[in-house]
C-alpha cells in the first residue's frame, strides 16, 4: 500500500519511494539516506502525536509529521479497501 | 605548518579524536551538534601539525550556519588533508559525506571510530576492500583509547605530501554532460575544487530540484554497493534499546525527564538531602569551601596592621573574590549532573519528547541544548543557537536564553535564600530557576505570535544511542568551566569587588567616605527609585543592592562579590524585598560578556537594541509582580 511517512503506524515497516519538497530540508533528508528503496522502520509516535521516531540504515532520527508528509513509502501490507475487493 | 581538517557527521566522535591528538579540551558530549564553530589544535612530534576540529554535519550543503562553517573552511582555506572521521555503526550515512569528500581536490583519509561498539551490533568493515573501492586510504581509531592514532599520523603524513584531484566516485559513466563542461570550464579559470563546485551549483539548483535526487540516489546506490562488497551487518534493524521504553514512554517519559531535573538541583542545593538532615554534596561542598577560605583569609591577614591597605586587601580583593570562589564547587557540581545527562543521551531524548510543546514557542527539540547550555553559561549558548534549522527561531532561542539562569547567577541566589529563607534554600532556587524556564516560555509564546508564519518549522534530528558518561570526558568539562571561572575570578570579578569597594570607601570630591556619602552611595541612590517599587533600594543601606545589580552587569557573580565587599546582606532586605531582588536579578539583561556575543550572533539591528530593554523591562515587571505578592504574606 502506497501511504506517507507520516501515516505509518508505529511498529510498520515500509520501504521509501519517494521524498518531494524544496532546499535544505530535502537535502538533509536525502542525506540522512531517505531515497528510494531505503527501508525504514516507524518505531513510536512522541506522546503529542509528533515527533515520530524512524529508525534506517543502522540509525534513529526524529522528525516532525510535516517532515514526514514529504515522505512517500510503501507498506508490505494490502490496503484493506484492495483486500476486500480481490 | 600542515594542515588537517576533521570532518565527519555530528556525533561521531570529532572532537574526542581532537583532544587525545592535540591534547586540548573541546566540548564532547552525546547530542549531535556539540561543536558549532571549528577548533585550532596542533599535535606535536618531528613535524607539528594544525588540526581543525570542524562542526558535524551529513553533507556539504550550504544550508545550515554550521554546514557552512565547515563548507567554507573546505572550499576556501583548503587544508593539506582531510581525516574524515566516521561512526562505524553507522557506515551507510557515515559513506555518503564521504563521497562528497571525495569530490574536493584535497587528500582524504577515512578513519572508522567506535569499531567496537559497532562489532557488539554485528558490523566489522572489511577496511582493505573499501579502501579499494573509494581509492583512499581506510582506516580504524579509537577515539576513547588513542588505538590507531599511531597509524592515523602516519597516513595523514603520507596522504598530505600527495595531491589529488576530486572526483565522483559513484558514477563512472552515468555524469550528466552539463557537469562535465562546467567542471572543465571551471577548472580552465583555475578555479580549485572544479568538480565539486560543478557538481554542487547543479546539486542545489533551486529551479530543479532533480539533480539533488539523482545525485543523492546516486551516492546511496554506491554505498550500498559498497556495503555488499566491504562491510558486514546483520541483517533487519537492531531492536531499540530497553531503556527507551521507559525514557521514551508516553506516560513516564516527560514526568522522568523533570524528576531528573528536581534530582539534579536537590543534589546541589539541597540544605537536608531527602529529608535526612545530611547536606547534599553541593552544599556540602560549597560549606567547605567557604569555611577553607574563612581560615585562608585568618591565616594571610590576622599578622596584618589594620590599616586601608590590609582592609583593601582582606575585604576588597580577598572578599569579593572570595564570596565568588567558595561557590565554585557547588557549581562544578550542577556541571556534572547535566554533563551525565547529556553524556548518557537522555538529553537527547527530551528533545524529542518535548518537541511538540517547543512548537507552540516557534522553537523545536533542538532547542533544548541551547536551554540547558543556558543554565550554564549564556555565551556558549547564544553560540549554540545556531544548530537550529531557521533564522526565525534561532531569533527567539536567543531572546530565551538570558531567562535560563546561568551558573553564575547561583552565588547570589545560594546566599539570599541561606539568609532569608533558611529552611527552604533549594525549593527557592528550584522556584527561581523555573520562574526563569516559565518567563523564557511566556516570552516564547508572544514572539511566536508576533513574528507570524504559521507554517511549521521543520525538526529532524538523530537519537543517538546511550552511552555510558566517560570519566574522562566529565573531567575535562569541569576542568573547562574550572579554569573560566577561575579566570573570570582573576580578572573581571577581581577588577569589579576592588572597583566597588574602592567607589565605596571615597567621596564624590576625592575624601575618604567614612562608610557614608561615598561615590557608589551616590550612585546607587541615584537608581534607587527605579527599584523603589521592587522593594528594595529606598531606605538607608539599600542603595548597596542597587550597586550590586550594577556591578552584575560587568559580570554576574560580582553582584555577590559587591554584596560581600559592602558588608553582607544582613538588614537589607525584607523576605518580599529580597524574592522581588532575586527575580529582577534573574532576569535582567545578562553580563557583558554574553551581550557582546549576543550582539554579534543577532544579525537584525532592531533586535539587537530592543532585546536588552526588552529584558529589562520584564525583569522590572515580573519583580514587581513579585514583590506585591510576596508582600501580603
Not at chain 2, 591534547?23 to 613535524?47: C, H, I, L, M, Q
Not at chain 2, 576556501?76 to 562505524?88: F, K, S, Y
Not at chain 2, 572543465?184 to 572544479?194: F, K, P, T, Y
Not at chain 2, 538529553?347 to 533544548?368: C, V, Y
Amino acid at each position: 500500500m502506497r501511504t506517507r511517512l507520516s501515516r505509518l503506524r508505529p511498529g510498520s515497516r515500509a520501504i521509501v519511494l519517494r521524498t518531494e519538497g524544496d532546499g535544505a530540508l530535502s537535502h538533509r533528508l536525502f542525506a540522512l539516506g531517505f531515497v528510494p528503496g531505503t527501508e525504514i522502520f516507524c518505531e513510536r509516535l512522541s506522546p503529542f502525536g509528533s515527533p515520530i521516531l524512524v529508525s534506517l540504515r543502522g540509525f534513529r532520527v526524529a522528525l516532525r509529521r510535516g517532515e514526514g508528509e514529504r515522505i512517500f513509502v510503501e507498506t508490505g501490507d494490502e490496503d484493506e479497501n484492495h483486500s476486500t475487493c480481490g | 605548518m600542515k594542515t588537517i581538517a576533521l570532518a565527519g557527521n555530528p556525533n561521531c566522535g570529532k572532537s574526542a579524536l581532537f583532544n587525545l591528538l592535540t591534547g586540548s579540551d573541546a566540548a564532547v558530549g552525546n547530542w549531535p551538534g556539540v561543536t558549532v564553530e571549528r577548533k585550532e589544535g596542533f599535535s606535536g612530534g618531528a613535524e607539528g601539525l594544525r588540526w581543525i576540529d570542524l562542526p558535524g554535519v551529513y553533507a556539504l550543503s550550504p544550508f545550515t550556519p554550521e554546514e557552512q562553517v565547515t563548507r567554507r573552511f573546505l572550499l576556501e582555506e583548503t587544508p593539506d588533508a582531510i581525516v574524515n572521521l566516521a561512526d562505524a555503526s553507522t557506515p551507510e550515512r557515515s559513506l555518503y559525506l564521504t563521497l562528497q569528500l571525495l569530490e574536493l581536490d584535497i587528500p582524504v583519509l577515512l578513519v572508522w571510530n567506535m569499531e567496537d561498539i559497532a562489532a557488539k551490533q554485528g558490523i566489522s568493515i572489511d577496511k582493505p576492500a573499501l579502501s579499494r573501492l573509494l581509492g583512499i586510504p581506510v582506516l580504524g581509531v579509537s577515539a576513547l583509547t588513542g588505538e590507531g592514532t599511531k597509524e592515523l599520523l602516519q597516513a595523514a603524513g603520507k596522504a598530505m605530501r600527495e595531491s589529488r584531484t576530486g572526483r565522483i566516485a559513484w558514477s563512472r559513466e552515468a555524469l550528466p554532460q552539463c557537469l562535465r563542461e562546467r567542471a572543465a570550464e571551471l577548472e580552465r579559470q583555475g578555479e580549485r575544487h572544479s568538480l565539486f563546485r560543478a557538481a554542487d551549483a547543479l546539486e542545489n539548483d533551486a529551479e530543479n530540484g532533480t539533480y539533488a535526487s539523482l545525485f543523492a540516489e546516486g551516492r546511496y546506490s554506491f554505498i550500498d554497493a559498497c556495503t555488499r562488497k566491504a562491510i558486514h551487518s546483520p541483517a533487519g534493524q537492531a531492536a531499540p534499546p530497553a531503556l527507551d521504553r521507559l525514557f521514551l514512554s508516553p506516560v513516564w517519559g516527560i514526568p522522568l525527564f523533570f524528576l531528573l531535573m528536581l534530582l539534579v538541583f536537590h543534589v546541589t542545593f539541597g540544605a537536608s538531602l531527602f529529608g535526612s538532615g545530611v547536606p547534599s554534596p553541593g552544599v556540602f561542598l560549597h560549606r567547605s569551601a567557604e569555611r577553607g577560605l574563612e581560615m585562608l583569609s585568618a591565616l594571610l591577614f590576622s599578622r596584618m596592621e589594620p590599616c586601608f591597605f590590609r582592609d583593601f586587601l582582606s575585604e576588597g580583593i580577598f572578599g569579593g573574590i572570595g564570596t565568588a570562589l567558595s561557590f565554585l564547587p557547588q557549581i562544578l557540581c550542577l556541571f556534572f549532573c547535566m554533563e551525565l545527562l547529556e553524556d548518557s543521551g537522555c538529553m537527547a531524548r527530551a528533545a524529542f519528547l518535548l518537541d511538540a510543546p517547543l512548537r507552540r514557542l516557534g522553537l523545536t527539540g533542538r532547542a533544548l541544548l541551547p536551554a540547558l547550555t543556558g543554565f550554564g553559561c549564556s555565551v556558549p549558548a547564544f553560540l549554540s543557537v545556531r544548530t537550529l534549522e531557521t533564522e526565525r527561531s534561532r531569533k527567539i532561542a536567543r531572546f530565551l536564553i538570558p531567562f535560563f539562569s546561568c551558573g553564575a547567577k547561583l552565588p547570589l541566589y545560594a546566599l539570599l535564600s541561606a539568609a532569608f529563607f533558611p529552611r527552604r534554600a533549594d525549593q527557592v532556587i528550584a522556584g527561581l530557576y523555573a520562574s526563569g524556564v516559565l518567563a523564557a516560555v511566556c516570552a516564547g509564546l508572544f514572539l511566536h505570535k508576533i513574528t507570524g508564519e504559521k507554517d511549521s518549522q521543520p525538526f529532524v534530528m538523530e537519537i543517538p544511542a546511550y552511552r555510558l558518561p566517560r570519566w574522562r570526558n566529565l573531567r575535562r568539562s569541569l576542568g573547562r568551566h574550572c579554569g573560566d571561572y577561575l579566570n573570570k575570578a582573576a580578572t573581571v570579578i577581581l577588577a569589579a569587588s576592588a572597583a566597588v569597594w574602592l567607589l565605596s570607601r571615597i567621596t564624590p570630591d576625592f575624601m575618604p567616605a567614612d562608610g557614608h556619602d561615598s561615590v557608589l552611595e551616590y550612585g546607587g541612590k541615584l537608581l534607587a527609585p527605579f527599584f523603589t517599587p521592587l522593594g528594595f533600594g529606598s531606605d538607608g543601606e539599600g542603595w548597596k543592592a542597587a550597586a550590586a545589580l550594577l556591578s552584575g552587569l560587568l559580570a554576574k557573580e560580582a553582584a555577590v562579590s559587591a554584596l560581600g565587599t559592602l558588608g553582607g546582606v544582613e538588614g537589607l532586605f525584607t523576605p518580599a524585598s529580597a524574592l522581588s531582588f532575586l527575580v529582577f536579578y534573574l532576569l535582567y539583561p545578562p553580563c557583558t560578556a554574553a551581550l557582546s556575543v549576543y550582539w554579534s550572533e543577532e544579525p537584525s539591528r532592531t533586535w539587537r537594541l530592543c532585546a536588552p530593554a526588552a529584558w529589562l523591562l520584564t525583569a522590572w515587571g515580573i519583580a514587581f509582580a513579585v514583590y506585591l505578592i510576596a508582600a501580603k504574606f
